[in-house]
């Protein structure tokens, strides 16, 4: 469940140059293959719409709604089907906006960098978890309970230029000094690998890394971005699109949230069941860390939201303002093009 780099580098949007000028949509339909010369399904197959929905990272349990509307049939209800692909080099956002995959799986992060520096036409259409879950993970020997705990610690990280600016800030709010933490770039080291090496803190996702933790015996610390800086909660992960879907195929986005929405909805109420539905997919996941992950997040998709999926402007508006205090917004963000709700169901 860990993130790729937030920050997309040039040859991200090299590949999407090249990408969009070699590659036009992939609005296919279905074979119409059938058994038995069985005419209503190969009706139906045929008139089945081929869509990608691609992936942010290994399948996990933020992907659960997905493949609960595939293997319940609630895309094949919409008229969809869908294919669920690796996001490769090329990431998920410079896929969906070269039309390679209709729909993706990003974050808040990255949809506000893409479209500031960049200008990567993505946009968010449903929160999948509504609060910022993720946070900074210890050794409970270590007794780091606070940013002010920081101090004097060795922090691993994947080389963003956004990790030292959060730390300061979460630090800042206890008047406690960034300059005392020692930062070492581990890439997408193991977290309990590097907990071994000489590492005493790490940027985690709770929902997988936390419930690995607990599973595996290892008492860990760990302090939540969201307790200590408002403009933090932001988004993660999010689905995403093109603003050519929005603007030219809003029947097309309408269709694959309904089919979506209703898959969150049952891993929300029968997340035991949801997790069998990930592990048949996908064998090589560990099925105990999965039924453990999806019980996890059951109540943290929707949360406090009226319904699952939907996004705040608020919410767009101070993570943009903090990456610009922080010098880290390059560029204009406009928070009203960045997201919308319009294709969650009425």
Known sequence: MKRKNIFFTLTSILLLTLLMTACGGDETTSS????????????ESAELQNINVVLDWTPNTNHTGIYVAQSQGYFAEEGLNVSIIQPGDAGAE????ANNAQFGISYQENVTNARSSSEIPIVS???IIQHNTSGFASLAEKNITSPKDFANHTYGGWGSPAEEPVIASLMQTEQANIEDVEFVNIGNSDFFAAMESGIDLAWIYYA???IEAELRG???NVVYLNDYEESLDYYTPVIITSEDTVNNDPALASSFMAA???????????PEQAAEILIEAEPD???ELVKASQKWLADKYQDDAEQWGLQKKEVWVNYASWLEQNELLEGSFD???AFTNQFLPQ
């Not at 898959?263 to 109420?269: D, K, L, P, T, W």
């Open 218 to 220: 290892v008492d860990i």
């Open 335 to 337: 928070a009203e093009a």
């Open 208 to 210: 997988w890394t936390g």
């Open 94 to 97: 410079t896929m969906v906006a």
């Open 285 to 287: 996941l560990d099925p």
């Open 125 to 127: 259409i449903a929160a």
């Open 32 to 43: 119409n293959e059938t058994e038995d010369g069985q005419n209503v399904n190969e009706q």
């Open 260 to 270: 979506v929405s209703k898959g969150y909805a049952f891993a929300i109420e029968q």
